[in-house]
T-cell receptor, first 115, second 111 residues
Framework: EAGVAQSPRYKIIEKRQSVAFWCNPISGHATLYWYQQILGQGPKLLIQFQNNGVVDDSQLPKDRFSAERLKGVDSTLKIQPAKLEDSAVYLC?????????????FGSGTQLSVL | QKEVEQNSGPLSVPEGAIASLNCTYSDRGSQSFFWYRQYSGKSPELIMFIYSNGDKEDGRFTAQLNKASQYVSLLIRDSQPSDSATYLCAVNKGSNYQLIWGAGTKLIIKP
């Protein structure tokens, strides 16, 4: 089966610019996650979607970050304007939502450098 | 206090020995516990999960859970150089089963 697709793989921008990331989850997976992983740290959940709806966006900096999941499939994450501290790997993951033991499948991530 | 704590390492283990990785968590309401492996520059991939007290074995990997002491561990038997990676502990809690992640332990297997 095809895995989680993400693009771009790398992105370099200057601070105050905007950037967008795209994710296509595994077919049939209802739950989609965006994580931010700063070097040397564990993934930090930014937003979790269940189909079209937002389950958890409590750690999403809503003044600069936005995310949408149209038709319950693809998702985009946008940062506008970017700050230096946004430099990180942005991981998209999906799961079929089997409850407490759900397995997350991760995409290859987007490495963002903000200069 | 962090919700999920791991020793950052690096933990250096000779090839063929047992590698022991530990994780503690703060919320007694946590329900499921996961070990993910992350190679440098790659994304995390699930190795094992456990939700009952005791041991769970899968090949060379054994997960151990002690809810009374609030720790979970991962043992890797017959360690191989290919096991060198960062091991992330994640804990599932709440009505939406949110995953809380530790910062990971870097494991180095020396030939």
């Amino acid at each position: 089966e095809a895995g989680v697709a993400q693009s771009p793989r790398y992105k370099i921008i200057e601070k105050r610019q905007s950037v967008a990331f795209w994710c296509n989850p595994i077919s049939g997976h209802a739950t989609l996650y965006w994580y931010q992983q700063i070097l040397g740290q564990g993934p930090k959940l930014l937003i979790q979607f269940q189909n079209n709806g937002v389950v958890d966006d409590s750690q999403l900096p809503k003044d600069r970050f936005s995310a949408e999941r149209l038709k319950g499939v693809d998702s985009t994450l946008k940062i506008q304007p970017a700050k230096l501290e946004d430099s990180a790997v942005y991981l998209c993951a999906s799961s079929s939502w089997t409850g407490r033991n759900e397995k997350l499948f991760f995409g290859s991530g987007t490495q963002l450098s903000v200069l | 206090q962090k919700e999920v704590e791991q020793n950052s390492g690096p933990l250096s283990v000779p090839e063929g020995a047992i590698a022991s990785l530990n994780c503690t968590y703060s919320d007694r309401g946590s329900q499921s516990f996961f070990w993910y492996r992350q190679y440098s520059g790659k994304s995390p991939e699930l190795i094992m999960f456990i939700y009952s007290n005791g041991d769970k074995e899968d090949g060379r990997f054994t997960a151990q859970l002690n809810k009374a002491s609030q720790y979970v561990s991962l043992l890797i038997r017959d360690s191989q150089p290919s096991d060198s990676a960062t091991y992330l502990c994640a804990v599932n809690k709440g009505s939406n089963y949110q995953l809380i992640w530790g910062a990971g332990t870097k494991l180095i297997i020396k030939p």
